[in-house]
């Protein structure tokens, strides 16, 4: 009996030495699949809705030209964020500090909209959902950029040669999950959300990106990047990797939309003005699939921005 009994013991321990283990190699592996770099990109934007009071309206992340001689920060998000601002109110960007202070809080705030110059006013793409526009960047902001060039040398990144099926990370700010919108009242902490290309299709003219990753509100304009390769998870590799399989991150879209599933429910006959007609009520909720304008628009847009 004792023999047995240290026999499990041994099990046991072998076992929960190989389960550590695997968690150590994991949690590395998942770790370094997102660049803290590409989370230090995203910025939150947000509304003033009067002096003083902000309130999110969306993501955006920063790329920059690496041959410009004046490194210039470009802004990437959604062209809705500007157009449901059908007021006016003054838009502005906020950022994490690189040393915040005690009592100063842990970010800052950057105005972006409206503006005076010319050059920082946004630019919208003719058809996507897409806008970008020149931003100031605060040497006392804790961010970085990615270089435009390295987002469009890579010929898969183009809606046409992205595969079905292929994992995805969707990254922003969804402040309207309660928990999370607790949490960016303090500091902005990118949220990762994982899924596959669901689908190509078109839309007014329009190649268009679904992936199996929901989205909310707040997380509109957010990057979504291909997931690296498993191979490249430790610096040796077996053998070349696999055709379009990417070994590092790489950009293919921006976050536009969530997709509702919608039904209309029966709800009886009602009068209404004298007449009798059938009233229905119609329920929505997430469908779980996002819709994401590729990058081919982007670098479009890009190219039209002067100098």
């Known amino acids: 009996m004792r023999a047995y009994l240290g026999l499990k013991r041994k099990g046991a321990k072998v076992i929960f030495v190989f389960l550590a283990v695997t968690f150590l190699f994991a949690s590395h592996a998942i770790g370094g699949l997102i660049p803290n770099s590409w989370l230090k990109t995203l910025v939150l934007i947000e509304i003033e809705k009067e002096v003083g009071c902000f309130e999110p309206v969306g993501t955006g992340f920063l790329v920059a030209r690496k041959d410009d001689p004046e490194k ?119 949220i990762l959300r994982g899924g596959v290309i669901a689908a190509k299709y078109q839309e007014n003219d329009l190649n268009m990106l679904l992936i199996d990753a929901p989205s909310y509100w707040g997380g509109s304009g957010g990057p979504v990047v291909i997931r690296p390769s498993s191979h490249n998870i ?54 779980g699939l996002s819709t994401v304008v590729p990058i081919d628009y982007l670098i479009e847009l890009i190219d039209e921005l002067p100098d």
Not at 138 to 152: C, N, Y
Not at 241 to 252: A, D, E, F, G, Q
Not at 272 to 277: A, L, M, N, S, V
Request: hydrophobic fraction near 35%; glycine fraction near 6%; charged fraction near 25%.
């Open 72 to 190: 210039k920060t470009i802004l990437v998000t959604n062209a809705h964020i500007f157009d449901k601002n059908t007021s006016g109110k003054p838009l502005v960007i906020r950022a994490n500090k690189k040393n915040p202070e005690p009592n100063g809080g842990m970010f800052g705030r950057v105005p972006i909209f409206p503006m005076t110059e010319d050059r920082y006013k946004p630019r919208f793409h003719d058809k996507a959902d897409l806008a970008i526009l020149y931003v100031r960047k605060p040497s006392s902001f804790d961010i970085k950029t990615l270089d435009i060039l390295a987002i469009g040398d890579t010929y898969f990144l183009k809606q046409e040669y992205v595969p079905l099926g292929d994992e995805v990370f969707l990254i922003g700010f969804p402040t309207s999950i309660h928990k999370i919108d607790e949490l960016q009242k303090e500091l902005n902490i990118p």
């Open 234 to 287: 430790t610096e040796e590799s077996a053998g070349p990797p696999p055709p379009l399989s990417p070994t590092n991150v790489k950009l293919i879209g921006i976050v536009s939309s969530m997709l509702p599933v919608s039904r209309d429910w029966e709800l009886g006959e009602v009068e209404i003005e004298g007449k009798r007609q059938t009233a229905y009520f119609r329920s929505k909720w997430h469908s």
